[in-house]
């Protein structure tokens, strides 16, 4: 590696000599400096693009900083202790992936010895788990919004409630997914109340071709007072198909898996299997939400829309990889032995009891020393459920503490509210309680 041929600026020297006659420090070799960061364990050719930037900034002796600042920006495991159960800035809804290195029957047929399609093994378990008659996989939930509208009602009308002509985040927007998909929206109703009567007078109106109507889920805001919308019951009886964005993708509102009664911040929550049973054709959700799985769109219901949806030239564009679809298929198999209570991360910290999370409130503010155990609020979050909490309990410290709890080596990842930082725990999965102890005792 070549030598910088420029001389460095003159480095304050750190010998305490005052005579100036010091001879101008030369700058390292970017090699030198790339090898004395290696045991970041960074790639050899990232670390000599951070040596030769520090050179170039004349800060040769940050190279350090910068490459522990540039792991920092790899995607690494943290703790959230935010008490927002489905962060969306971590990833939504956590899991645990195994992977095998060996090939896996993706697209073929064990049977047969032919190929097979991607879709088929995790869309049976999809449409057995939420009572349709068949089912498909996407990246996302906002492509499958996206492929179902442009599968079923390209150049023709979607009637929606102005009410439900929401943005969810990001840049899905309901109006703006339509016009990309190439189905023209038909505004329903009014922004608080929208009746089937206004329904079924946009399909009358002359030169309407209504497709579908959709039923969207203002996932992350609510509207109260005066308000009216109709039910996918109701919209059912109108002679087009019924498309219901859950966004959520809770299976089942009865949540059966829970062995007991649903939760009561549940109770406004669409479900997936009681939509299909009110009539809805089709149910689209995400599957890193309530479902608590990877990121996914899942689409199911009547098995003719859901076989347009498999044939639109889109959907190949859209589809999921092996690794999400076994992930997904886990998820599954999971909702139907009913063991999702305790293997599905999220529906285990919504499983936790109050008097655990207390109990490791106070464990953990004797071990640290530090903190008091207080009574809090956690959310469901990724926008399911607005408005709602559950109890939770967690530590609070007097101070602002979160950017030292992030900065260590597992980031522990809290809140900071009134001159105080929390850390709820029913987002933090007891075995890293020790972790979370030995960062509160940097503070000290
Ligand atoms: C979250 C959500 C979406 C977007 O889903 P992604 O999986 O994030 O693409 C769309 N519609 C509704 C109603 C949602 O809640």
Not at 193 to 205: E, F, I, N, P, V
Not at 237 to 266: E, F
Request: charged fraction near 20%; glycine fraction near 10%; include cysteine.
């Amino acid at each position: 590696m070549a030598r910088m041929s420029t001389p460095m600026p003159v480095e304050v020297s750190d010998h305490g000599s005052t005579s100036g006659t010091l001879p101008v420090s030369r700058p390292p070799s970017v090699d030198a400096l790339a090898r004395s960061i290696s045991s970041t364990g960074l790639p050899h050719a990232i670390c000599v693009d951070i040596a030769r930037k520090a050179i170039a900034d004349g800060d040769a002796s940050s190279a350090a900083s910068r490459a522990d600042a540039f792991k920092r920006t790899l995607l690494m495991p943290v703790i959230n202790a935010t008490g927002v159960l489905l962060h969306t800035n971590l990833g939504r809804a956590p899991m645990g992936v195994q992977q095998t290195d060996r090939a896996m029957n993706v697209e073929f047929d064990l049977a047969t010895g032919d190929r097979g399609s991607r879709q088929v093994a995790v869309g049976e378990l999809f449409a057995r788990l939420c009572g349709g008659e068949a089912a498909m996989v996407v990246n996302n939930n906002a492509a499958a919004v996206m492929l179902v509208l442009a599968a079923l009602a390209y150049n023709r009308g979607v009637a929606v409630s102005r009410g439900e002509s929401v943005e969810i985040g990001g840049a899905f927007r309901v109006p703006d997914v339509m016009e990309q998909s190439g189905a023209t929206l038909v505004d329903v109703g009014t922004t608080n109340r929208t009746r089937l009567g206004d329904y079924s007078k946009a399909m009358a109106r002359p030169g309407a071709d209504i497709a579908l109507t959709m039923k969207v889920h203002p996932s992350n805001f609510r509207i109260d007072g005066f308000v009216e919308d109709t039910s996918v019951a109701e919209l059912s009886t109108l002679s087009v198909p019924v498309v219901a964005d859950i966004g959520s993708g809770l299976i089942d509102s009865n949540c059966p898996w829970l062995g007991g009664p649903p939760p009561a911040w549940l109770a406004d929550e669409p479900a997936a299997r009681q939509s299909l049973e009110q009539g809805a054709a089709l149910v689209t959700f995400s599957g890193d939400k309530l479902l608590g799985g990877p990121q996914a769109g899942i689409i199911v219901g009547r098995r003719d829309l859901v076989e347009a949806c498999k044939q639109h030239p889109l959907a190949r564009a859209l589809r999921p990889g092996g690794l999400v679809l076994s992930a997904l298929q886990s998820t599954a198999l999971a909702y139907l032995d009913r063991s999702a209570a305790t293997t599905i991360p999220f529906w285990r910290m919504v499983a936790t009891p109050l008097g655990e999370l207390q109990r490791r409130a106070v464990a953990m503010c004797s071990d640290a020393a530090i903190g008091e155990p207080e009574a809090m609020l956690a959310l469901p979050g990724a926008g399911s459920a607005p408005g709602v909490s559950m109890p939770s309990f967690g530590l609070s410290l007097p101070g602002d503490y979160h950017a030292a709890l992030r900065a260590q080596a597992t980031p522990v990842i809290a809140r900071v509210r009134d001159g105080h930082t929390f850390l709820d725990l029913r987002s933090v999965d007891p075995a890293d309680d020790a972790i979370v102890i030995a960062a509160l005792r940097t503070l000290g």
